[in-house]
């Protein structure tokens, strides 16, 4: 496995070694010792989670506030996703910074999303399932949510002018300006 820290200090991008032949494919998804020795990070996820959706879904920018604060390591087992990290971290360098990646199911790669920042994703392909492990558990009263589409923040999502199918919760979101 190899890990690539991105331009946010603390978010990797994880690329398992994948052992494949004619009968199809092996990889070790998650191993503790190897991610805390690639990222410095011990995490104690306490939840796996997995959504499939149809393309053209956005989903977040989601967060949790302390103390239910969730780190993130999310992968794609099926089709394609557009992920995106936001620092939210007040006293960051890169507060306010984004990192967007392709997971997909044929390059395995997942991206370490530490406490502190904002998560969200779009589907690029229909049926796409999304999986991911959690640092802590959903807590409603601390789930937080910033707008998909923040001027502030600019995030291309490379919708080309087309409409992203959003939940009724994150068409809500708040403005990155209202976060503190």
Not at 60 to 72: R, S
Request: glycine letters at 8%; a negative charge; proline letters at 4%.
């Amino acid at each position: 496995m190899k890990a690539v820290e991105t331009k946010i200090p603390g978010v990797f991008l994880l690329e398992p070694t994948v052992f494949g032949d004619s009968r199809g494919y092996f990889f070790e998804s998650f191993n503790t010792a190897k991610f805390e020795q690639l990222t410095s990070y011990a995490p104690n996820f306490v939840q796996d989670n997995q959504s499939m959706s149809a393309k053209g879904v956005l989903r977040g920018l989601h967060y949790q506030l302390e103390p239910m604060a969730q780190g993130k390591l999310v992968s794609v087992v099926r089709g394609s996703v557009l992920d995106v990290a936001v620092d939210i971290r007040a006293n960051s360098p890169t507060y306010g910074q984004w990192v967007a990646y392709e997971l997909n199911e044929h390059n395995h790669l997942q991206m370490w999303i530490p406490q502190g920042l904002a998560h969200g994703f779009l589907t690029l392909e229909d049926h796409t399932i999304f999986q991911y492990k959690v640092t802590d558990f959903w807590s409603k009263e601390h789930e937080r949510c910033i707008s998909w589409n923040d001027p502030t923040l600019a995030i291309d999502w490379g919708l080309a002018g087309n409409k992203p199918s959003v939940s009724e919760k994150d068409k809500h979101g708040m403005l990155f300006k209202d976060l503190r």
